[in-house]
């Protein structure tokens, strides 16, 4: 049963949402971070129809972008397991944030959108939530750019502010032949009671309408992923 947005035909248009159809998945496993990883990567290969995925973590983890560096991971959260992400950008503290995943098969428009635009597009509606949620949040032109390996001490183009001008959001992307892949951070949690709320919210203001994700990965795909690249050393210290 689809979920509608309460908003007319003119109001719609007028935010243009990204998706016609979204498939909303709040996913109920805690998940270490390697296995976190493999799902995303699970969702890129075989997702039909666009996926909002929103997850917590099993324990104390930070991630770093595909190209960072594990050494200064180690020191900036020093006791805390480090999983390396599959897509760009700076390092998370997953401790206390907000996790989602959007993945958007080949064919649809948002997979063939420029990175700097897809990126905007998703900000810009994830900064109408948070708003909503009485947090002001607004997106950025990157004028505040430090070139920081922390994520949330850079504030690149189009990452979410708030109100006093630090970052709120930022996100990861990787495009592969079967579409794209956007990994995000919200600094500012939900709670285990509004973690549903925030992500009803995004997917009714991503998508014309939603609804509940029910395909869900095999338990042999995932540790045999893990095995192959996420829980391997040679990944994780690769720089």
Not at 9 to 37: I, N
Not at 124 to 133: D, G, K, Q, R, Y
Not at 150 to 171: M, Q, T, W, Y
Not at 192 to 211: F, H, I, P, Q, V
């Amino acid at each position: 049963m689809f979920c509608f947005q309460n908003a007319d035909f003119s109001g719609r248009m007028a935010r243009m949402v990204v998706f016609e159809k979204l498939q909303l998945w709040v996913d109920p496993v805690k998940r270490p971070g390697p296995e976190a990883m493999a799902v995303d990567e699970w969702l890129l290969e075989t997702a039909r129809s666009p996926v909002l995925r929103v997850y917590e973590w099993s324990g104390d983890w930070a991630s770093v972008g595909y190209f960072g560096r594990i050494a200064e991971a180690r020191v900036a959260f020093p006791g805390v397991d480090i999983v390396r992400r599959w897509t760009g950008g700076g390092m998370v503290d997953h401790r206390a944030d907000w996790t989602y995943t959007l993945v958007a098969p080949q064919g649809e428009p948002l997979a063939g959108w420029r990175g700097a635009e897809s990126y905007r597009r998703i900000h810009a509606v994830l900064a109408e939530v948070l708003t909503a949620e009485g947090i002001p949040a607004r997106l950025g032109s990157g004028e505040g750019e430090t070139g920081a390996a922390l994520c949330f001490e850079n504030p690149v183009n189009h990452d979410l502010l708030g109100a006093d001008g630090r970052k709120l959001a930022g996100a990861g992307q990787r495009r592969s032949r079967t579409g794209l892949l956007h990994q995000g951070s919200v600094a500012v949690g939900a709670g285990t009671d509004g973690m549903r709320r925030r992500a009803e919210s995004l997917a009714a203001r991503l998508g014309s309408r939603w609804d509940e994700f029910s395909n869900f990965p095999d338990r042999e795909y995932l540790n045999a992923r893990c095995a192959m690249r996420y829980s391997r050393q040679e990944w994780r210290e690769r720089r």
